[in-house]
């Protein structure tokens, strides 16, 4: 015997209801690596910021140097800006992003790497410490990602960030860094 079709459909009008206010409710709840993958596609579509916020805690713009192209061992380039501060001052997210990588190599030492707007990677180099942060967080303009140090190649030199975008190829930050934003 079939049931009356406008039964079904009221069935499949409630089951359907129930399904997204659950998936509404369980959105929040989800560990931020399950979200990570919606968020990169977000972000991937969302344009690169015309400008950001230096990402040392307590470092102004006035005082930033551009050390952008500055020659580097083996003839290499510098591919980013160094922002000195004592140690341990917190290095904070300039973007709304996911962390890619949290880890080492030779020359940044311990290293963050965050996927941004625009699909630009931010790295902060040479970092004394992370903060509690794992591989597929989310993180907002002004998460604590790490802390300020001389590690990798840095070893010697004074405690700074490197900080360095890449886009393709590696992008200069220190205009970003400087320009203002314009009220909306």
């Known amino acids: 015997m079939n049931a009356n079709p406008v039964l079904r459909f009221i069935k499949r009008i409630v089951v359907l209801s129930l399904l997204a206010a ?40 006035a ?15 510098h591919e980013g800006i160094d922002i000195f501060a004592p140690r341990g001052t917190p290095v904070l997210s300039t973007t709304e992003g ?18 941004g707007p625009g699909r630009q990677r931010h790295y902060y180099a040479h970092l004394d410490g ?19 140090g001389n590690t990798g190649n840095a070893q010697g030199t004074p405690p700074h960030l490197h900080y360095g975008i890449y886009d393709g190829g590696a992008i200069n930050p220190y205009a970003l860094l400087v320009t203002k934003k314009t009220p909306s």
Do not use: C, F, K
Request: net charge positive.
């Open 130 to 148: 992370y903060a509690d942060i794992e591989r597929g967080q989310l993180v907002a303009p002004g998460d604590v990602l790490g802390y300020v």
């Open 63 to 77: 005082r930033l140097a551009d050390t952008w192209g500055a020659a580097r061992s083996s003839g290499r380039r």
């Open 22 to 61: 659950l998936a509404v409710w369980a959105w929040p709840r989800l560990p931020d690596a399950a979200r990570a993958p919606w968020h990169m596609a977000r972000l991937a579509w969302q344009q690169a910021p015309a400008s950001l916020p230096v990402p040392v805690q307590g470092v102004s713009a």
């Open 98 to 115: 996911v962390v890619m990588q949290v880890g080492t190599n030779n020359l940044g030492g311990q290293v963050v790497w965050v996927l």
